[in-house]
């Protein structure tokens, strides 16, 4: 059974930074792209960052380029977020997912993710 468990959100002064891990286990974390989106209360569900397989390609949304790093350790089978320069409108629960697809990219859609953690929640206040 795939298990995705995300940590480090918390209460956050704007400005300041957090880093989010995502613990992966039930499957060869190795082989799949990574994902971390967000979701606002009232707003729908929005892409943050992706990385491929093997680390070396990544993306992100707009609004978080240049502020946000996506990375993954394979060797410990978890995926990090470091958010720096946080915002008021960055406050949401942030969940890890894990790619359908072996070997890809990664993706901007959600869809094309099979797995999803549970979500940790990052507030930032001004």
């Known amino acids: 059974q795939v298990q995705l468990v995300e940590s480090g959100g918390g209460l956050v002064q704007a400005g300041g930074s957090l880093r989010l891990s995502c613990a992966a286990s039930g499957r060869t974390f190795s082989n799949y792209p990574m994902g971390w989106f967000r979701q606002a209360p009232g707003k729908e569900r929005e892409f943050v960052a992706a990385?491929?397989?093997?680390?070396?390609?990544?993306y992100y949304a707009d609004s978080v380029k240049g502020r946000f790093t996506i990375s993954r350790d394979n060797a410990k089978n978890t995926v990090y977020l470091q958010m720096n320069s946080l915002k008021p409108e960055d406050t949401a629960v942030y969940y890890c997912?894990?790619?359908?697809?072996?070997?890809?990219?990664?993706?901007?859609?959600?869809?094309?993710?099979?797995?999803w953690g549970q979500g940790t929640q990052v507030t930032v206040f001004s």
């Open positions: 997912a894990s790619d359908y697809s072996i070997g890809g990219l990664g993706s901007r859609k959600a869809h094309e993710y099979a797995y």
């Open positions: 990385i491929s397989w093997n680390g070396r390609s990544t």
